[in-house]
Each structure stands twice: as structure tokens, then as C-alpha cells.
């Protein structure tokens, strides 16, 4: 069975330092693996996405992530954190690009 | 482009009571999803159409929740009764099969379940 875990439930980051986001899967077969973004009050907005291709991706609003397969991990990051990266964030997987499974999420709190 | 757009935003009822959600998603999106998110876990889909067929309601509790999307555009979503255990947000997603593969997802509606 498909799953996804993210160990942490929180992150803390000072604004202005780099951000790491850790994601991990567990799928028989080749992965297609999604960042989502959750503001308050507001639906999940889309980040990135690893189909194929480079492992290197980059999304939305400066974020980037690793596809590892060796190590099964997608983690999120981000050079240079800002106050308004708080959010909670979410990792998913799906294996025929339709269902997704998603991670519990980590709460990314970046201090001024 | 408008966005997938959800009402309610907020809904209190009582246990035992029925309550219906409605999703317009983004216009020419085939694809719609239903998802129950649980504080503190991540978005569980309920059911998923295809145009006006549903593709997967293997996660729907059919004894209680239904949904319809008829004409392919707009969809419902009822709970009768609801359980306490109902609590949660309840999310509409829209794709465009076939296109990167990305879900759009509206506002949600909070539902308490007292």
C-alpha cells in the first residue's frame, strides 16, 4: 500500500535561513510525488511535483525539492526562509497521477 | 481563471442531523474530488468523478455519505445522519485529466458535528 510520512510536525526556522521540509514514501512502483501548501482558512494550494526527469525540481515562491530513490524521500526546501512561508505543508504521493495520498503535514513556523 | 469555489464555508449541526456541500469547480476541469481532512492529518479522498461517473469512492462511507455531480459540473455532497466523528474540513479538488497532473482545490467547509 501507498503511504507517505512526514516526520515532523513542526519546523522552525529563523527568517532568512534555509529551509528543509522532510517527506518520505513508501509505493511499489514509480512515484509521482506533490507539494501542497495550506494557509489558514484556505484550501491546499499546489507547490511542485516530481513526475519524471530531474530529480532537482523547482515550484512555486522560491521552493524547491529533491526526488531520492535510493532514499525514498522528497524533502522541501528553501534557500532563504520568509515570515510568510508559515504554513502547514503537505507531501503526497500517487502512483496513477489521479489519487493522492497525503502526508499528515509539518507545521513550518519562520521567526523574524 | 475563478477558482474551485465551495459552500458552505462553515456548517453546525447536531448528531443525527443531515447536511449537504456544494463544489463548482474550475470551469472545463472533467475530474472533481471529495476529501475529508481530519485536524491534524491530511486531506483523505472520499470519492473522485470523471466528468458526471464516479472513477473512485472506495474511501466513501456509503451507508451515511452520497454524492452526485450531475451534468458533470457541479457536484453535492450529503452526510445522513451525521456522526460526531463527521467533524472535519471537507474539501473540493479539481484537474484537468491528462495536464500535469495537478489538483485545485477550493476553500473547504468546516463542519462541527455537536
Known amino acids: 500500500a501507498q503511504s507517505v510520512a512526514q516526520p515532523e510536525d513542526q519546523v522552525n526556522v529563523a527568517e532568512g535561513n534555509p529551509l528543509t521540509v522532510k517527506c518520505t514514501y513508501s509505493v511499489s512502483g514509480n512515484p509521482y510525488l506533490f507539494w501542497y501548501v495550506q494557509y489558514p482558512n484556505r484550501g491546499l494550494q499546489f507547490l511542485l511535483k516530481y513526475i519524471t526527469g530531474d530529480n532537482l525540481v523547482k515550484g512555486s515562491y522560491g521552493f524547491e525539492a529533491e526526488f531520492n530513490k535510493s532514499q525514498t524521500s522528497f524533502h522541501l526546501k528553501k534557500p532563504s526562509a520568509l515570515v510568510s512561508d508559515s504554513a502547514l505543508y503537505f507531501c503526497?504521493?500517487?502512483?496513477?497521477?489521479?489519487?493522492?495520498?497525503f502526508g499528515t503535514g509539518t507545521r513550518l513556523q519562520v521567526f523574524p | 481563471e475563478a477558482g474551485v469555489a465551495q459552500s458552505p464555508r462553515y456548517k453546525i449541526i447536531e448528531k443525527r442531523q443531515s447536511v449537504a456541500f456544494w463544489c463548482n469547480p474550475i470551469s472545463g476541469h472533467a475530474t472533481l474530488y471529495w476529501y475529508q481532512q481530519i485536524l491534524g492529518q491530511g486531506p483523505k479522498l472520499l470519492i473522485q468523478?470523471?466528468?458526471?461517473?464516479?472513477?473512485?469512492d472506495s474511501q466513501l462511507p456509503k451507508d451515511r455519505f452520497s454524492a452526485e455531480r450531475l451534468k458533470g459540473v457541479d457536484s453535492t455532497l450529503k452526510i445522513q445522519p451525521a456522526k460526531l466523528e463527521d467533524s472535519a474540513v471537507y474539501l473540493c479538488?479539481?484537474?484537468?485529466?491528462?495536464?500535469?497532473?495537478?489538483?485545485?482545490f477550493g476553500p473547504g467547509t468546516r463542519l462541527t458535528v455537536t
Open positions: 503526497a504521493v500517487s502512483l496513477n497521477t489521479d489519487k493522492l495520498i
Open positions: 468523478f470523471q466528468n458526471n461517473g464516479v472513477v473512485d
Open positions: 479538488a479539481s484537474s484537468y485529466p491528462g495536464e500535469t497532473y495537478e489538483q485545485y
